[in-house]
C-alpha cells in the first residue's frame, strides 16, 4: 500500500477536519533528540527523513522545547509525514507529529481579532460617574432620647438614680455618683505620676 491509498484509509480517523481544506499544512515535531539541535549531521538526517516527502519542506527549530516546525507546500503532503513518521525512532529517539491548529476568524469582516461581545465584559472598579438615574439618598436623623437626657440632667452626686426602670426583656440602669474627694477643685491639672526609680547597678 503506498502513502496515497495509507492517507486515504487514516483521513477517517481525522474526525475534526471537516475537508482536505481545513487539513493544516504544517507539523508539530516533538520529542525530539538534543543531538539534532547540536550536531550539524543529525540535523541533516532529520531534514532528509522530511525532504523525501516534500522537497520544499521548512524547518523551524525549537531547541528549548525540544521540537521543530516543519511547514509543507500542501496539506496532503503534510498528511503523509504525520502517519508515515509519528511515533518513528529518528536519531535514537521517538518523535511525535501534531497537526499545527489554525484559528478562523467567525463572522469577521477584516483578518484582524475582534473585541469580545459587549456582554461578557466586565468593569474591573466602579465607573467615575454615577449610573444614569442614581440619586443621593438624605441622611437620616439621629435618634434621641430626650427621657434619657432628662435623667441624666437630674443627677446629683451621692445619690442613687434609677436610669431606665426594669422591664421583662432588660434589667434595669441604677446609676451611683461618687462625692468629690476631699480637696478636690474643678479645673485644677492632676497630680503629675512619677516614675519608678530603676534599682541602683544595671545598665
Not at 104 to 113: C, V
Request: net charge negative.
Amino acid at each position: 500500500m503506498d502513502d496515497v491509498d495509507l492517507l486515504c484509509d487514516e483521513m477517517e480517523n481525522l474526525t475534526e477536519m471537516l475537508d482536505i481544506e481545513d487539513v493544516p499544512s504544517a507539523l508539530i515535531i516533538a520529542n525530539i533528540d538534543n543531538s539534532v539541535f547540536e550536531d550539524p549531521a543529525a540535523q541533516t538526517t532529520f531534514e532528509n527523513i522530511f525532504k523525501e516527502i516534500d522537497k520544499g519542506v521548512t524547518f523551524i527549530y525549537l531547541k528549548n522545547f525540544r521540537r521543530a516546525r516543519l511547514q509543507f507546500i500542501s496539506s496532503e503532503l503534510a498528511s503523509i509525514a504525520r502517519l508515515r513518521y509519528d511515533g518513528v525512532s529518528v536519531c535514537g529517539q521517538s518523535i511525535r507529529c501534531y497537526f499545527i491548529q489554525h484559528v478562523r476568524l467567525q463572522n469577521s469582516d477584516s483578518n484582524h481579532l475582534q473585541p469580545p461581545a459587549p456582554q461578557r465584559m466586565f468593569l474591573i472598579s466602579p465607573p467615575a460617574s454615577p449610573p444614569v438615574g442614581w440619586e443621593p439618598v438624605p441622611e437620616a436623623e439621629p435618634i434621641i432620647n430626650y427621657d434619657l437626657l432628662h435623667a441624666i440632667a437630674r443627677l446629683n452626686p451621692g445619690d442613687v438614680h434609677e436610669v431606665h426602670a426594669s422591664t421583662v426583656e432588660a434589667p434595669a440602669i441604677v446609676v451611683h455618683l461618687c462625692e468629690d474627694p476631699e480637696g478636690y477643685e474643678p479645673g485644677k491639672m492632676r497630680q503629675k505620676i512619677t516614675q519608678t526609680k530603676r534599682p541602683d547597678g544595671t545598665s
